[in-house]
């Protein structure tokens, strides 16, 4: 009766200490799932076609991310980061 008790605990710690493993995987893959979800909706809304911004972007800012040359990121990988990081990166 003892060896059964014994191993009725050692099966229940078992399965907590396996369940505390597999939990931080498992909703890691969630976030990363919902993460995928919106970069996907993201890439499905149209661009922003506001005319003041387009000709800002024209005045201060096409002579170097039309033809970027070293470190300047192209007009299409900033057009794919959010205007968040955009405007952060702007002001810091």
């Known amino acids: 009766m003892k060896l059964q008790g014994r191993t009725l ?6 399965g907590l200490f396996f369940s505390v ?10 976030e990363r799932i919902a993460t995928l979800l919106n970069e996907t909706e993201l ?3 149209p661009p922003a076609t506001d005319p003041a ?4 972007y024209q005045q201060k800012c096409a002579a170097c991310h039309e033809n970027p040359v070293d470190r300047i990121p192209p007009r299409f990988l900033i057009a794919r980061r959010s205007a ?4 952060q990166t702007l002001t810091t």
């Open 9 to 14: 605990i050692a099966i229940v710690l078992a």
């Open 21 to 30: 493993l597999a939990f931080p995987v498992l909703s890691l893959s969630f």
């Open 43 to 45: 890439l499905q809304q």
């Open 53 to 56: 911004s387009a000709q800002i």
């Open 84 to 87: 968040e990081d955009v405007i």
